[in-house]
Each structure stands twice: as structure tokens, then as C-alpha cells.
Nanobody
Framework: QVQLVESGGGLVQAGGSLRLSCAAA????????MGWFRQAPGKEREFVAAISYNSGTTSNADSVKGRFTISRDNAKNTVYLQMNSLKPEDTAVYYC?????????????????WGQGTQVTVSS
């Protein structure tokens, strides 16, 4: 198992930006894909973005394409989510997750380690 700790959440106005970070410790970080998911109140957890073990491939949900960018630094055991042009509907708890696979996957069932989440609130 790996321990994942998210940071960087907060309150921002619509149109603003935030950068989430997720630091990993424990299981080898660089050989597994990583992802970000989010869960808004009363809604199911949904996929946001994922990145392959070597940053060769990324995938974004349609709702965040062109606004969010996932990246990773294997030397720092950290994955990032740069969020630009934020909208009120982006308000949610954002979770970092480590996949059981090396390739990009969007299925939450393929992720077996999760962080505690960080709150992102976008005001209109």
C-alpha cells in the first residue's frame, strides 16, 4: 500500500486557478499510473484525470478538458492537478489515487490506494 496526501485545495472565485498536489510514500510510485477523482455533495465520485507511470499518456474527463492538466514528478513522488478557469460546478472534494496498473485508466475500480481528499470550493 501507498500513503497519499493531497494539498492545495481552498476557496477560489470562478475563473480562478488552483494547483493540487499529492505526495506519495510507501509503495513504489514511479511504476503505477495515478489519477484524480472528485466527489460533490450528494453525487457519486467521478473521474477527473489520469496519467501513466511515465507521463507518456494522460486522460481527462470531458468536463475538464482544456482547463485541467495532470502531471507527475517521479523524482519527488508527487502528482499534480493544475486547475484553470474554475467553475462553481468544479466544487467538490478532490481525491488522489494510485492505480494497480501502469497504463492510464479511468475506472475507479482500477485504483487501490486513495488519499483523504482536499476540498475545492469555487464561488460564483
Amino acid at each position: 500500500q501507498v500513503q497519499l496526501v493531497e494539498s492545495g485545495g481552498g476557496l477560489v472565485q470562478a475563473g480562478g486557478s488552483l494547483r493540487l498536489s499529492c505526495a506519495a510514500a510507501g509503495r513504489t510510485f514511479s511504476i503505477y499510473a495515478m489519477g484524480w477523482f472528485r466527489q460533490a455533495p450528494g453525487k457519486e465520485r467521478e473521474f477527473v484525470a489520469a496519467i501513466s507511470y511515465n507521463s507518456g499518456t494522460t486522460s481527462n474527463a470531458d468536463s475538464v478538458k482544456g482547463r485541467f492538466t495532470i502531471s507527475r514528478d517521479n523524482a519527488k513522488n508527487t502528482v499534480y492537478l493544475q486547475m484553470n478557469s474554475l467553475k462553481p460546478e468544479d466544487t467538490a472534494v478532490y481525491y488522489c489515487a494510485q492505480s494497480k496498473k501502469v497504463a492510464v485508466t479511468t475506472r475507479w475500480a482500477d485504483f487501490d490506494s486513495w488519499g483523504q481528499g482536499t476540498q475545492v470550493t469555487v464561488s460564483s
